[in-house]
T-cell receptor, first 115, second 111 residues
């Protein structure tokens, strides 16, 4: 079974530029999460999707961050414009009621550096 | 509110020695608890999870953890460390539909 796929793995941009991250969850997993992991910290949830609906985006900085999951499968997280403080690892995870809804499986992450 | 505290941001052991990584949780309801491992430049891999069944949980790579309600702890252990165990370890508690992570413990294994 293929795991969670994320791309790109690394991204370096200058501040004020836009950037986008892509995630493809495990097949059949209807719940998708985006987390941000700052250096030396644990991941923190940004947004959770149930199929195509964003059901928890309370921690998403909506002035510059946006996300979509149009067909309820893969998802894109966008930052526009990026700030220096956005440098972090962006992790995507997925889960399914069939494999234990509470158990999340993580992708390799996208490491973002904003200069 | 649910939270986890990992005691010790760095732990160093010799190869073959016991590994003990500490995690204490705070939860107003019976918790689901997890340990994840993160190797350099990689995502998080599930080591083991406690979901209110057996209090001693066995995971991958020889790791296990014991849920102790009286101590609100979920410490991770491995009898004999291997060089390949060097990584960052995260304890997490599940609140409805999201995970709350600790700040992580970096494990170093010396030959």
């Amino acid at each position: 079974e293929a795991g969670v796929v994320q791309s790109p793995r690394y991204k370096i941009i200058e501040k004020k530029q836009p950037v986008a991250f892509w995630c493809n969850p495990i097949s059949g997993h209807n719940t998708l999460y985006w987390y941000r992991q700052n250096l030396g910290q644990g991941p923190e949830l940004l947004i959770r999707y149930e199929n195509e609906e964003a059901v928890d985006d309370s921690q998403l900085p909506k002035d510059r961050f946006s996300a979509e999951r149009l067909k309820g499968v893969d998802s894109t997280l966008k930052i526009q414009p990026a700030e220096l403080g956005d440098s972090a690892v962006y992790l995507c995870a997925s889960s399914s009621p069939l494999s234990g809804r509470e158990t999340q499986y993580f992708g390799p992450g996208t490491r973002l550096l904003v200069l | 509110a649910q939270s986890v505290t990992q005691l010790g941001s760095h732990v160093s052991v010799s190869e073959g020695a016991l590994v003990l990584l500490r995690c204490n949780y705070s939860s107003s309801v019976p918790p689901y608890l997890f340990w994840y491992v993160q190797y350099p430049n990689q995502g998080l891999q599930l080591l083991l999870k406690y979901t209110s069944a057996a209090t001693l949980v066995k995971g991958i790579n020889g790791f296990e953890a014991e849920f102790k309600k009286s101590e609100t702890s979920f410490h991770l252990t491995k009898p004999s460390a291997h060089m390949s165990d060097a990584a960052e370890y995260f304890c997490a508690v599940s609140v409805p539909d999201k995970l709350i992570f600790g700040t992580g413990t970096r494990l170093q294994v010396f030959p």
